[in-house]
């Protein structure tokens, strides 16, 4: 069964910091890149950050980079989105998803339900 359950969201002042976790079932997360995304309140759902199955490959959006860091424990069947120096822009559901392929490019098939991240100004 595919299942990604998101955790670490809420409400933060800007500036403030995030650890977003995923933990994914071993059939959706053995050999798969994951990535992050999020849709802000009345936008489209946006690419955040990915990970190849290694982790050695890592992309992130212009928006974030410098900011957020992508990283995933494969022992553990978790990936994670670091977030510092939140800004109000960030505000948004993120979600966790993953593909079935090793690198990071491509299309996400599978889908956590979101955690909500809030950053007040």
């Known amino acids: 069964q595919v299942r990604l359950v998101e955790s670490g969201g809420g409400l933060v002042q800007a500036g403030g910091s995030l650890r977003l976790s995923c933990v994914a079932s071993?059939?959706?997360?053995?050999?798969?890149?994951m990535g992050w995304f999020r849709q802000p309140p009345g936008k489209e759902r946006e690419f955040v950050a990915a990970?190849?199955?290694?982790?050695?490959?890592?992309f992130h959006a212009d928006s974030v980079k410098g900011r957020f860091t992508i990283s995933r424990d494969n022992a553990k069947s978790t990936v994670y989105l670091q977030m510092n120096r939140l800004k109000p822009e960030d505000t948004a559901v993120y979600y966790c998803?993953?593909?079935?392929?090793?690198?990071?490019?491509?299309?996400?098939?599978?889908w956590g339900q979101g955690t909500q991240v809030t950053v007040s100004s």
């Open positions: 990970i190849s199955w290694s982790g050695d490959d890592t």
């Open positions: 071993r059939r959706t997360f053995s050999g798969n890149a």
């Open positions: 998803a993953g593909r079935d392929g090793e690198t990071w490019r491509g299309l996400y098939e599978f």
